[in-house]
């Protein structure tokens, strides 16, 4: 049975994936599909590859950058309730691939669980986070991460330690991100919410998260201050048609309402290009592009 009559009810062709995504910009999705429940979702995957039939997951879309000429194949959103779940039992935080991370943050607060507060403020999914530089080694999510759950290309259930699961995410071996597990530690309401507070102040402060049609460009380059190498290039204050890096964070850029995905790639590579030129400097994407 082809796809489109078995996923009839939560499949759509040709969709526009701009509204789903911060920037707001690119083209169509071959098929944009939105599961209801877990075992809907596991089913789509496995048809999609026996199919051969390319899948991308799609959460809150914050640092997704879509071409103007759209995607080929299946894109997965995981906006359904029942996929962005966060459960809390003792010190134990089970949360699924598009539960946010706010609600993470949140949840595991409530419940006198530390170790997250850091992060309070950024957007994004909690499978989402796993595949950018939240996601590697030293970050407070790999740091009170006990396992993950997840799908292989083989379309298997399985469940994978932190080791396991970094040693996967480096050679990018394809697997799709069911839920994750953190191990946190019990510490008093007041104290956690005080660290919270300050976070997010600090992080209101320095980074235009809060700003429509905003996204963050790279990782941090370890050791070296991104604006200093801004700064040598001679392009912190870099501005290209509707494109232009953030006044407040020279690693976001804002992008001008009717700006093509075109004009950002464009402007990606001139900047990457100077970075180089005059630093030496090949600076890693945060931003995913499709």
Same mark, same amino acid.
């Given at each position: 049975m082809a796809l489109t009559d078995q996923f009839a009810e939560i499949l759509k062709a040709q969709e526009p994936l701009a509204p789903y995504t911060a920037l707001q910009v690119g083209g169509r999705a071959q098929f944009l599909a939105e599961p209801r429940h877990e075992a809907e979702l596991i089913h789509l995957l496995q048809c999609c590859w026996v199919e051969k039939l390319p899948?991308?997951?799609?959460?809150?879309g914050t640092n997704v950058l879509v071409r103007d000429e759209g995607v080929t194949g299946v894109v997965c959103r995981l906006a359904a309730p029942a996929l962005q779940q966060v459960v809390v039992q003792a010190n134990r935080v089970y949360a699924t691939a598009g539960a946010s991370l706010t609600q993470l943050i949140t949840e595991a607060a409530r419940h006198g669980l530390a170790g997250l507060e850091s992060l309070i403020g950024i957007p994004g999914s909690v499978g989402g986070a796993? =595949?950018?530089?939240?996601g590697q080694t030293g970050s407070p999510l790999l740091t009170w991460m006990a396992r993950v759950e997840l799908l292989d290309i083989r379309g298997q259930r399985r469940s994978v330690s932190r +080791?396991?699961?970094?040693?996967?995410?480096?050679?990018?071996?394809?697997?799709?991100?069911?839920?994750?597990?953190?191990?946190?530690?019990?510490?008093?309401? +007041?104290?956690?919410?005080?660290r919270l507070r300050r976070a997010w102040i600090s992080r209101h402060a320095r980074q235009p998260f809060f700003i429509p049609r905003t996204a963050k460009l790279f990782q941090e380059p370890r050791g070296l201050s991104l604006e200093q190498l801004l700064e040598q290039a001679g392009v912190r =204050?870099?501005?290209?048609?509707?494109?232009a890096l953030h006044e407040r964070d020279a690693n976001f850029i804002v992008v001008q309402p009717g700006t093509s995905a075109r004009e950002i790639l464009h402007f990606l590579e001139h900047l990457r290009h100077r970075l180089l030129e005059h630093t030496g400097h090949a600076l890693t994407l945060e931003l995913d592009i499709w």
């Open positions: 899948v991308r997951i799609l959460a809150s796993l =595949h950018c530089s939240l +080791e396991e699961w970094e040693t996967l995410a480096a050679k990018r071996s394809g697997s799709v991100v069911l839920a994750v597990e953190f191990e946190l530690e019990p510490d008093d309401a +007041e104290s956690i919410l005080r =204050h870099f501005r290209m048609g509707g494109v």
